[in-house]
C-alpha cells in the first residue's frame, strides 16, 4: 500500500469520526431546544383535568376543587333544594340557561347531569369574585324570600341552587358549569367532556 492511498484511508476516517461526533453534539444541543418548546409540568397542570371526590358528600354539602386556576364547587342538593330550583323559574334571570353557560348535557332545568349534584365554577360572572354558598332559607341578611343558593360579597350578586342569577343584580349571567363526567358514583373527572370523553 503506498503512503499515498495510507494518507486518503486516513483522510476518510478522520472525515467520518468528525462527522459522526459533530452529528452526536448537534443532537445533544438540540434536545434541550426542542424539549423548551414543550409546556412545563406546572402549566399542564393548570388545565388538566381534576378529580374531584364525592364519596362522602353529605346532603346540602359543599367540596371544592381547583380547575384551571379557578375555584370548582359540587354541592349535593337536597331534596328541597331541588324542589327551591322549580319554584324559582319565574324569578332568575335566565332560567333555561339560554345563554349555553353549559355543556350540552347539563342543559337542564338542574343545570347537572344527576339532579342531585351541582358542579359549578365558583367565579361571579361580575367582576371574578368568589360567591358564598348559602344554603340556608330566609337568613335575616338575605331576606325572607332566599331558597337557598350562592351570594357574591362583592356586589351583591345572587344565584340560585342551579346557579342561575336572579335579576337586578351586577352578574350578567348564570355561573358556569364546566365540563364534567361521571368516573363512578363517587367520583367527578372536571375538565373531560362527558360526552366527548
Known amino acids: 500500500m503506498s503512503s499515498s492511498d495510507l494518507n486518503n484511508s486516513r483522510r476518510r476516517f478522520l472525515t467520518g469520526a468528525v462527522v459522526a461526533m459533530g452529528g452526536i453534539g448537534s443532537a445533544f444541543a438540540a434536545v434541550p431546544f426542542v424539549v423548551s418548546w414543550t409546556p412545563s409540568d406546572r402549566a399542564k397542570a393548570i388545565g388538566a383535568p381534576v378529580e374531584v371526590d364525592i364519596s362522602k358528600l353529605e346532603r346540602g354539602g359543599i367540596t371544592r376543587a381547583k380547575w384551571q386556576g379557578k375555584p370548582v364547587w359540587v354541592v349535593r342538593r337536597t331534596d328541597a333544594a331541588l324542589a327551591s330550583i322549580k319554584k324559582l323559574d319565574d324569578q332568575v334571570r335566565d332560567p333555561n340557561s339560554l ?28 367582576l371574578g369574585c368568589a360567591p358564598s354558598y348559602r344554603p340556608e332559607v330566609a337568613p335575616a341578611d338575605l331576606g325572607r324570600e332566599w331558597e337557598g343558593g350562592f351570594f357574591c360579597p362583592c356586589h351583591g350578586s345572587r344565584f340560585d341552587l342551579a346557579g342561575r342569577v336572579f335579576p337586578g343584580v351586577p352578574a350578567p349571567t348564570n355561573l358556569v358549569v364546566p365540563p364534567h363526567k361521571y368516573l363512578s358514583d363517587g367520583r367527578i373527572l372536571v375538565g373531560v367532556d362527558s360526552e366527548k370523553a
Open 99 to 126: 345563554e349555553e353557560q353549559q355543556p350540552e348535557y347539563a342543559a337542564n332545568e338542574f343545570r347537572s347531569i344527576k339532579p342531585e349534584y351541582l358542579v359549578l365554577v365558583g367565579v361571579c360572572t361580575h
